[in-house]
């Protein structure tokens, strides 16, 4: 279970998000502004954030950014209602994971949240990975004292 951020100003459209992404087994938390959903990620373990671009006061944009400051891996779906090829371009430039198009094909929405998942889930493995090549980096001179040991004292 994935815990989902979901920040747009439209609250039927927050709505919708909500009972969609629940449907699928993810924790959601709302926002109704950038604001509150930088609270909310700086508050709760969140894996992945789906944003309106156009918000009053602060955009998603500029959320991107300022979530990217405080974590650079964060996983954001940029959604707007109007879309441009500029903005779209400034979105995935500035780190956005994907950018969809208002109304969304939940399907669609689905398989970028999917994929997403699957990128951190992969990230996670990889970390662990890492951690495992350096725990047995660092136990081989261990294993070649031990190997010298026992031949001395087999040996004798």
Known sequence: MAHILVIDDDET???ILREFIEEKGHAVFE???ADQGVQIFLSEKIDLVI???MMPVKSGMDLLRELRNVNSKVLFIMVT???TVSAATTAMREGAYD?????????QLNAVMTRALGTIELRSNLSTMRGMNVALLFSIPFW???GILVRIFLLR
Do not use: C, H, Q, T
């Open 51 to 53: 944003s309106d671009l």
């Open 99 to 107: 950018f969809l198009v208002k109304p969304m094909d939940m399907n």
């Open 13 to 15: 459209y927050r709505a």
């Open 144 to 146: 070649i004292l031990a």
């Open 81 to 83: 209602g109007f879309p």
């Open 31 to 33: 926002a109704e502004s």
